[in-house]
């Protein structure tokens, strides 16, 4: 019986092996010292993690650059992040599929050997060859959607709910941290080079020393557990070995049937909308906001507008810092005042996650009519818009993990990747862009028009935050209901 159950796909042997504890080799090596090896799993992840974005916001840091080596419109250069966005999660719900029936750490080390192996690749491209730059940066969003997808799923595996809040926090913080530091490489790399093309070289030796270290630190199998297992450990009931939880049974549903439990998820649909919104916003500030303050700056004749040369990479630098500093802020002051809150209301989490968007939608509207005028106002505004968004990360994917069951979650957070960037950060840089070309060709071309086109077009975020806030609150009227619900 033994060796039948080593036969199973990661995390499904588990379900006669829990009998006998001395037959289960992921519990035995945990009991070793199971402090010590999490710590090293999630400072493990949290690299990758942290690579994953470098790679993510590396054009944008370097995009005036990219557009002028190309000759691109607006409209063509908000397509390179589309290409990303799109292809990263249409990789997602495949990746989702994989991670909740065989081995995550095959499947996280594939990812980051291929998007690595590719970004080194794009470092090559001339300028007679976009479509191939096009198609690589689409390559490097297949590659990181299978670490966005499962690395979330093995940190649920291995704590508990007290804890998991705070550990996902530090995996979340390296969101924003990657991001800023996509950015100030890129502009870093470029300007100490004076070639953009090194910007894309650094990172995949970063990829190499990550792949190694999951190899070395990360094991080779993870238990999964189920609700009843983490119901049970909380508690500390203990259970006789024909009372254990049957995951194996339970386990054997298809894709369809996860898809349409999931969708009967209110808690999980509301969520993923609020996120969604989220996305839009941050995929269009990302992709735009240091070429709107770079257009800014030439109207009020703080820089001169960039003809030929290296373009001043100052604002990407600027927003790369306030990127790191308001996301790291924001994480954190989420987490905990999710922890405290929860204590005294059960809506906490979706009711904070609907306040930080209302005020971040507020203060991004402000940033974009004070940027002619007053630029240091700008980029005030800016950082508290950012460090509201910043709130929401681990929260949101917090609620996802106690309102799904654990054995569908590889494939909710897949869901989720796949709507959030499908409505939101896969359309909104190449949208803001068409609305950007469509404004500056009603009217004659100008620096002034050219500032105000981007302007006018990133109003739309503003609007898309206020409904993102609305669906949070829409969640939070159906959280208890289905929290009891995945518990059951």
Same mark, same amino acid.
């Given at each position: 019986? *033994?060796?039948?159950?080593?036969?199973?796909?990661?995390?499904?042997?588990?379900?006669?092996?829990?009998?006998?504890?001395?037959?289960?080799?992921?519990?035995?090596?945990?009991?070793?010292?199971?402090?010590?090896?999490?710590?090293?799993?999630?400072?493990?992840?949290?690299?990758?993690?942290?690579?994953?974005?470098?790679?993510?916001?590396?054009?944008?840091?370097?995009?005036?650059?990219?557009?002028?080596?190309?000759?691109?419109?607006?409209?063509?250069?908000?397509?390179?992040?589309?290409?990303?966005?799109?292809?990263?999660?249409?990789?997602?719900?495949?990746?989702?599929?994989?991670?909740?029936?065989?081995?995550?750490?095959?499947?996280?080390?594939?990812?980051?050997?291929?998007?690595?192996?590719?970004?080194?690749?794009?470092?090559?491209?001339?300028?007679?060859?976009?479509?191939?730059?096009?198609?690589?940066?689409?390559?490097?969003?297949?590659?990181?959607?299978?670490?966005?997808?499962?690395?979330?799923?093995?940190?649920?595996? @291995?704590?508990?709910?007290?804890?998991?809040?705070?550990?996902?926090?530090?995996?979340?913080?390296?969101?924003?941290?990657?991001?800023?530091?996509?950015?100030?490489?890129?502009?870093?790399?470029?300007?100490?080079?004076?070639?953009?093309?090194?910007?894309?070289?650094?990172?995949?030796?970063?990829?190499?020393?990550?792949?190694?270290?999951?190899?070395?630190?990360?094991?080779?199998?993870?238990?999964?557990?189920?609700?009843? *297992?983490?119901? @049970?450990?909380?508690?500390?009931?203990?259970?006789?070995?024909?009372?254990?939880?049957?995951?194996?049974?339970?386990?054997?549903?298809?894709?369809?049937?996860?898809?349409?439990?999931?969708?009967?998820?209110?808690?999980?649909?509301?969520?993923?909308?609020?996120?969604?919104?989220?996305?839009?916003?941050?995929?269009?500030?990302?992709?735009?906001?240091?070429?709107?303050?770079?257009?800014?700056?030439?109207?009020?004749?703080?820089?001169?507008?960039?003809?030929?040369?290296?373009?001043?990479?100052?604002?990407?630098?600027?927003?790369?810092?306030?990127?790191?500093?308001?996301?790291?802020?924001?994480?954190?002051?989420?987490?905990?005042?999710?922890?405290? @809150?929860?204590?005294?209301?059960?809506?906490?989490?979706? @009711?904070?996650?609907?306040?930080?968007?209302?005020?971040?939608?507020?203060?991004?509207?402000?940033?974009?009519?004070?940027?002619?005028?007053?630029?240091?106002?700008?980029?005030?505004?800016?950082?508290?818009?950012?460090?509201?968004?910043?709130?929401?990360?681990?929260?949101?994917?917090?609620?996802?993990?106690?309102?799904?069951?654990?054995?569908?979650?590889?494939?909710?957070?897949?869901?989720?990747?796949?709507?959030?960037?499908?409505?939101?950060?896969?359309?909104?840089?190449?949208?803001?862009?068409?609305?950007?070309?469509?404004?500056?060709?009603?009217?004659?071309?100008?620096?002034?028009?050219?500032?105000?086109?981007?302007?006018?077009?990133?109003?739309?975020?503003?609007?898309?935050?206020?409904?993102?806030?609305?669906?949070?609150?829409?969640?939070?009227?159906?959280?208890?209901?289905?929290?009891?619900?995945?518990?059951?």
């Amino acid at each position: 019986e *033994h060796e039948d159950t080593a036969l199973l796909p990661e995390g499904q042997n588990y379900g006669v092996a829990a009998a006998d504890e001395t037959q289960c080799p992921s519990v035995s090596v945990s009991r070793t010292n199971p402090a010590k090896r999490n710590c090293l799993v999630v400072a493990v992840l949290c690299f990758g993690n942290l690579i994953n974005f470098i790679d993510w916001f590396i054009v944008p840091g370097i995009l005036l650059d990219i557009q002028k080596y190309f000759g691109l419109s607006d409209g063509k250069t908000g397509l390179l992040q589309t290409v990303f966005t799109l292809c990263y999660m249409l990789a997602a719900p495949i990746f989702g599929y994989l991670g909740d029936r065989y081995n995550r750490k095959v499947i996280l080390g594939a990812g980051l050997f291929f998007w690595s192996g590719v970004t080194l690749g794009s470092s090559f491209i001339t300028e007679s060859h976009y479509r191939i730059f096009v198609l690589s940066r689409g390559l490097v969003g297949i590659g990181s959607a299978s670490y966005s997808t499962i690395a979330p799923t093995i940190i649920a595996d @291995l704590f508990e709910e007290g804890k998991r809040t705070t550990v996902l926090s530090i995996f979340y913080i390296f969101i924003p941290v990657g991001s800023g530091c996509g950015y100030l490489l890129a502009a870093g790399m470029a300007k100490c080079t004076g070639d953009w093309h090194w910007a894309f070289r650094v990172t995949p030796c970063m990829g190499g020393l990550a792949l190694l270290l999951l190899i070395l630190l990360i094991p080779h199998r993870i238990q999964r557990k189920t609700a009843a *297992h983490r119901a @049970l450990s909380i508690s500390g009931t203990i259970l006789e070995a024909d009372e254990k939880p049957d995951v194996h049974r339970t386990a054997k549903t298809t894709w369809c049937q996860d898809v349409g439990s999931l969708v009967k998820n209110c808690s999980f649909v509301c969520s993923t909308l609020g996120l969604t919104a989220m996305a839009f916003v941050t995929g269009a500030l990302g992709m735009w906001m240091p070429l709107f303050l770079y257009r800014a700056q030439v109207v009020q004749g703080i820089v001169p507008p960039c003809l030929q040369g290296s373009c001043n990479s100052s604002n990407s630098l600027i927003f790369g810092g306030i990127t790191i500093g308001t996301g790291i802020l924001g994480i954190i002051a989420g987490a905990e005042a999710a922890r405290r @809150l929860r204590k005294r209301n059960n809506k906490a989490d979706p @009711l904070i996650c609907a306040t930080s968007m209302f005020i971040s939608a507020l203060c991004l509207y402000i940033a974009l009519m004070v940027a002619q005028t007053n630029i240091l106002s700008t980029f005030i505004f800016i950082a508290f818009g950012e460090l509201f968004l910043s709130v929401n990360w681990a929260v949101v994917t917090d609620i996802l993990l106690y309102v799904v069951t654990p054995r569908r979650q590889s494939t909710a957070i897949a869901l989720q990747i796949l709507v959030s960037h499908l409505l939101g950060d896969a359309g909104s840089p190449y949208l803001i862009g068409l609305l950007s070309n469509a404004l500056q060709a009603r009217n004659t071309p100008s620096l002034q028009w050219s500032f105000r086109s981007m302007q006018y077009s990133f109003v739309t975020c503003a609007f898309v935050g206020v409904f993102g806030g609305g669906f949070f609150l829409l969640t939070s009227f159906y959280i208890e209901e289905d929290r009891k619900e995945a518990q059951r």
